[in-house]
């Protein structure tokens, strides 16, 4: 039954990480911390992994990331122990003026109205969803959004013309 | 919305570390956190476990009838005894350390009542304040053994008990709403007794507390064990004008 659950659990994780990581980092802007939000996300879903229901794991591991972000664990001194250094070169070329200027714009935001736009235009979730999650309503939602979208065109090099 | 939906895509895949997280290190950690977080839930389990344990055991030897007001009945002899012992338990039960253990000073052939404060009524006529109401209790706390008794005799005011009694200390009279109270302080060998009685119009109450755990008898001297008597003067006073102490 260990073996077993430890071998799902094995497939959730290859499957799902860097999906994870990478919404983690929208969440927080930094990768290190990023990982420390995802890993804490998974060692929290491995307690209640054979009470979640296949088809809803996606969407309980989601809403354990965005409280572990809101709730600022990261920052509780809570952390786990891993064989692996965290410390890395950031890879060539990374840090592009447009990527500097979306992180800026996305640093302005609120942890909440980063979460909402994170959630809605990288997970593509639904409004109603993203309402869910948070706690709020979804008029809540739709003037945050585009507020966070406002910022982040201001942002974004104007459209081509080809673009238009 | 797909400019925004590139952007956000470009930021956070462009550029992308390789992954830090190692599967077999993210799963020892959350074995660990589950063994702890199951451990805990133990600890906890076995301290609520513990705590009603504690509760079951000591809670059955507290005073179960603290706040439970008062019967008012008192058509009855029996009726009236319920309702003057509650009245006194409540009062005399004020005054103590809730730690203090309370047991009744039985007379001769008494068999303990399961309230100590259950009076004794000595019939004197048929009616059912034609009695003489009495009761004694040992008092047990952090500084030993002493007691307090209780003498209610429904007659008419009669008086206090005289002043200028063999080893007398303190002995005075005042004049309360409620009556006349005698109030004095006695010592017989080492035994220091404080005594009160309020004569009313009805009936004499009298309320005295000593520093020894032993029954009172006649002729027999008592042993002092403690310094001092249950009860001080002042909370004798205030018993003897416990309210609902009439007929």
Not at chain 1, 52 to 66: E, G, K
Request: net charge neutral; proline share 8%; charged share 25%.
């Amino acid at each position: 039954m260990g073996a077993s659950r430890d071998l799902d659990f094995s497939e959730y994780f290859a499957a799902r990480v860097q999906r994870f990581r990478r919404v983690a980092f929208a969440f927080c802007g930094d990768w290190h911390a990023a990982e420390d939000l995802v890993q804490a996300m998974f060692v929290q879903l491995y307690r209640r992994w054979r009470r979640v229901r296949p088809d809803t794991v996606d969407a309980y591991a989601r809403r354990i990331l965005l409280n572990l972000f809101l709730a600022g664990r990261r920052t509780s001194g809570r952390e786990y122990v891993t064989s692996v250094v965290p410390e890395r070169e950031s890879p060539p070329g990374r840090d592009t003026p447009v990527r500097l200027d979306v992180e800026r714009a996305l640093a302005d935001l609120t942890p909440r109205q980063r979460a909402m736009v994170v959630l809605r235009f990288l997970e593509d979730l639904p409004v109603a969803e993203v309402a869910s999650l948070l706690g709020v309503a979804e008029g809540t939602v739709k003037s945050q959004t585009a507020r966070g979208v406002e910022a982040l065109r201001a942002v974004l090099p104007a459209p081509t013309a080809e673009e238009r | 919305m797909e400019d925004v939906r590139t952007a956000l895509t470009a930021y956070v895949t462009e550029g992308e570390p390789p992954l830090g997280l190692s599967e077999d290190a993210v799963l020892s950690a959350a074995r660990r956190s589950r063994r702890q977080h199951l451990l805990t839930g133990v600890v906890a389990l076995v301290v609520v476990v513990l705590a009603l344990g504690l509760a079951v055991v000591v809670l059955p030897h507290r005073d179960p009838v603290a706040a439970r007001p008062c019967p008012s009945a008192s058509d009855t002899r029996s009726a009236l005894v319920d309702r003057l012992s509650c009245v006194i338990g409540h009062a005399v039960r004020s005054m103590l350390d809730p730690a203090a253990q309370i047991t009744r000073l039985t007379i001769p052939g008494e068999a303990p009542p399961e309230d100590p404060f259950h009076l004794i009524a000595d019939p004197a006529g048929d009616a059912p304040r034609d009695a003489l109401f009495h009761l004694g209790v040992r008092v047990t706390d952090a500084r030993g053994s002493g007691s307090v008794y209780v003498v209610i005799v429904p007659s008419a005011n009669s008086g206090g008990p005289p002043c200028e009694e063999p080893g007398e200390l303190l002995c005075r009279r005042e004049q309360t709403p409620q009556g006349v109270l005698w109030l004095s302080t006695l010592r017989s060998g080492d035994v220091l007794t404080h005594r009160v009685a309020l004569a009313t119009s009805g009936a004499v109450v009298q309320f005295s507390s000593n520093n020894s755990g032993v029954l009172e008898r006649a002729g027999v001297s008592l042993p002092a064990q403690r310094p001092d008597p249950a009860l001080t003067l002042a909370q004798v006073r205030e018993l003897a004008l416990t309210p609902g102490l009439d007929f």
